[in-house]
């Protein structure tokens, strides 16, 4: 749908909408400060791309032009000729909003400017922005190649000619997009708080393993993860901020608090998949669990 497109964060979602939209036929400026970061996002991609061959789901030379649409930059200005951008860094709002007044600065004047957020109040985030009208919420899940659901928030400032845009742009990429509220966490985020909180209680009151309680999650009450596997996949550094953000904008609401558990793991750069180590332990090269791993 559109030509080119910016894709801000090259990290765990970063990559994974950069591989999406490349994969719909758009060229991708995929950029961030990191270059390594860069480096190993591309690297990941060619691996999800290689997995998909493999299974069947799409031709060598697919693969091949799939990454050829991704250019890696780390220089904001290279992302001027894209036609929709989407903003994928750390979850914290000065720095989502220093960025944008930056992107806003280099991008052609009216682009549409979307936030994966996954928690953060959109029209907070557009509040340095000269065109907050411009400014939306595009929440993807991880994996952002693979899964459906795209929450397309809309702030208060936000203008209906640009949630059709994002709505059709979410459905040019074979996407489910639902248009959400713009709350703390929006719907999915909100929902699956508990879901992590009280599993990460019941393993501080050592009721039952993290390994245990996966298990039951998953091939009792048929969950597709565990809370444990889950939180490795997201980063437990994200999953922690999101929390946090969740308690602050919820005024210390007990239901939504940190658990100590998360916050030692994070100290500790536990962070789950992207570390190799996080409740479970990780084989570096085929990025699989490593058995018997979690406590
Ligand atoms: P991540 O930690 O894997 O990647 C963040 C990337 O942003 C890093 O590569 C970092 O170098 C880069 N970065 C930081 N500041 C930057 C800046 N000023 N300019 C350019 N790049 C910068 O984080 P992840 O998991 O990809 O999350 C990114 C966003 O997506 C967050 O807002 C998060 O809440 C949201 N999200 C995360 C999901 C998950 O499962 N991990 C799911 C849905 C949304």
Partial sequence: MFKYVGVIGAGTMGAGIAMAIATCKSDVYLYDVNDTVLRRAVERIKSDLKKGVQKGKLTTEESLSIIERIRPKTHLP???PSDFIIEAVVEDLRVKRDLLRRVEEVV???????SNTSSLPITSIAAGVKLPSKVVGMHFFNPAHIMKLVEVIRGDRTSEETIHSTMAFASSLGKTPVIVKDTPGF??????RPFYGEALRIAGENIATYAQIDRICRSVAGFAMGPFELMDLIGI???????????DQFSGEPRY?????????VEAGKLGRKTNEGFYTY????????EGSGN
């Avoid at 608090?257 to 793991?265: G, L, Y």
């Fill in 237 to 247: 550094d994200v999953n922690l901020s999101v929390t946090q953000s969740m308690y």
């Fill in 257 to 265: 608090r940190p658990h100590p558990i998360q916050k030692r793991m």
């Fill in 283 to 290: 084989d570096e090269f085929k990025k699989t669990k490593v």
């Fill in 108 to 114: 052609k004047h009216g682009t549409i400017i979307a």
């Fill in 187 to 192: 719907i999915v985020n909100r929902v699956a």
């Fill in 78 to 80: 290279d992302l001027s």
